[in-house]
């Protein structure tokens, strides 16, 4: 709790500064702020670094100060706005895209260009990957950040993200950034002036002279990318070590440091003054070191995440998080809250998703939607179909026994389904990080080459729009890879790339579709026929209010290749459920009669149109989706 002295010497440093030109109903409003989120960060400190860190928390809330009063008008009155409409991200209206800004535009301003399409597609949310100054050749993909203050100059300026953003603005579409905070480029100028002994930057890292802590570490922490560096450390020129979870040229920051802390807070709020709307908060689960632990999802990883929460509250009123965290299932979730990311990807049913085309069975991803799909009010997932990265089967091992499954076994069938490795699989995956003693890897590729269209299999289509429907209609923001909606193919020439070559995610990551863009409004071809399909979807849910928020009650099929589910909510103010069928299997299946007996003798039909009966059995073409409105 803050005494009253501390927090009055608070506020005469705060009111030093206050710029002379800064309205006195803006400075207020700020104050309000203040008194609100203090309380909560100071807590938050102290639990993270104890009272001796007060000085440092005093910065930290004078550069929020400052930052608020910087912040351009516009994003000012965003922030008033989304205040009256918290729940602006939970509406059905909602559909992101996600690109690489090169590959898919060349530049910031080929993005500019683009906008027109994003309106035909009804974008509301678009999350360009990676685009801040990174080393050339060691930038895995970006994410190796050399400053968070300049774009790459190979796609634009700083002025130029700021200029986008408020075009995305004026056309109703967030912009999403990733923020990469876990660890920083071994080019950034913190790790240069760190390994050069800058008494300043000297804990910003984790640096040792030799093996001794690092050896204690490694006894408990698990090897990311072995394939780049064994164990977590990595040993610099001079023989010292250094902290790198990931590659050998990403090196993780020091958050026992509370200058660490403030430095990445100046960085997250200088973001959001550019406009940005929502940072993915990368890898989350690493930012916390203890010794004798996994290092992974760590409380004071949680307790981090909040501090940085309060601090954007103060500046950034509208600024949301989103969480990145590829773990265990029970693990996910509790990134997930209001004061902590109001987002979270969705990584247990996009892996189900692929789980349920691939054995036919939708047994695992309906236990998931039953189990583990709820969420606090306020947040929201983002359910994807694939991302810019590789598959990684996150389902639970005891949530798989419970159905007969051996979640070792199964993954490696999984594995070898989608690499091509399995009798007449229709998946034209790549593996990354292929370990065939043990069978272990994860899976590369687009969705249109893992989901048969590479191999011609005249299912292709089906299954893609039956995947794309699932996310559209679970609750949170589906979530489009660019690309994915026309049906573009792995792109193998990375491997003509040396600075790509040993990363086989680039597989999926190819350059814009010219050619099937340009086909997308032809029916007679598989981009037009995707493209027709799930612009028909995407169309449907946003007139269909039932499929806004999150909540969700499962429909038991009583057909394992039958996924169910329904989703409550209201239209025209009147109570309304729409479920949700879906036959994830190459054959028809019935749904008996007996089975839904609970539901009105009829419902109306929201893809195909018209009234249908449910008196009776309800047979489901093979990839069959039914939408309906009971």
Known sequence: MTTPRAEDRIRAELQSARSADTP???????????DTEFPRLQSLFH??????????????????????????????????????APEWFRSNRMLGGVCYVDLYAGDLAGVRERIPYFRELGLTYLHLMPLFLAPEANSDGGYAVSSYRDVDPRLGTMDDLADLARELREEGIALVVDFIFNHTSNEHDWARRAVAGDPDYADFYWIYPDRELPDAYERTVREIFPDDHPGSFVQLEDGRWIWATFYSFQWDLNYRNPKVFRAMAGEMLHLANQGVDIIRMDAVAFIWKQLGTACESLPEAHLLLQAFNAVCRLAAPSLLFKSEAIVHPDEVVQYVDPGECQLSYNPLQMALIWNSLATRDASLLAQALERRHDLPDGTAWVNYVRSHDDIGWTFSDEDAAELGID???????????YVDRFPDSFARGVPFQDNPRTGDCRISGTTASLAGLEAGDGAAVARILLAHSIILSTG??????????VGQLNDYSYVDDPAKAGDSRWVGRPAYPAERYAARTDPATGAGALFSGLSGLIGIRKRTPEFAGGRLLPFHTHNPHVLGYQRPGLLDGEHSTVVVFANVADTHQV???TTL????????????????RLDTALTLEPYAVRWLRV
């Open 24 to 34: 006195d109903a803006e400075w207020r409003s700020f104050e309000a702020r203040f």
């Open 407 to 417: 979640g070792h076994d199964h993954r490696r069938f999984l594995n070898a389904f």
């Open 476 to 485: 949170g923001i589906p979530l489009l890879y660019l690309g994915d909606e």
């Open 47 to 84: 639990r993270i670094y104890g009272p001796d860190a007060d000085a440092e928390l005093v910065q930290v809330v004078l550069d929020a100060a400052r930052s608020w009063q910087e912040r351009p008008a516009d994003l000012k009155d965003i922030d008033a706005s989304r205040a009256m």
């Open 591 to 593: 749904i008996a009669s």
């Open 597 to 612: 007996s609970g539901l009105p003798r009829t419902a109306v039909d929201l893809i195909g149109g018209g009234v249908i």
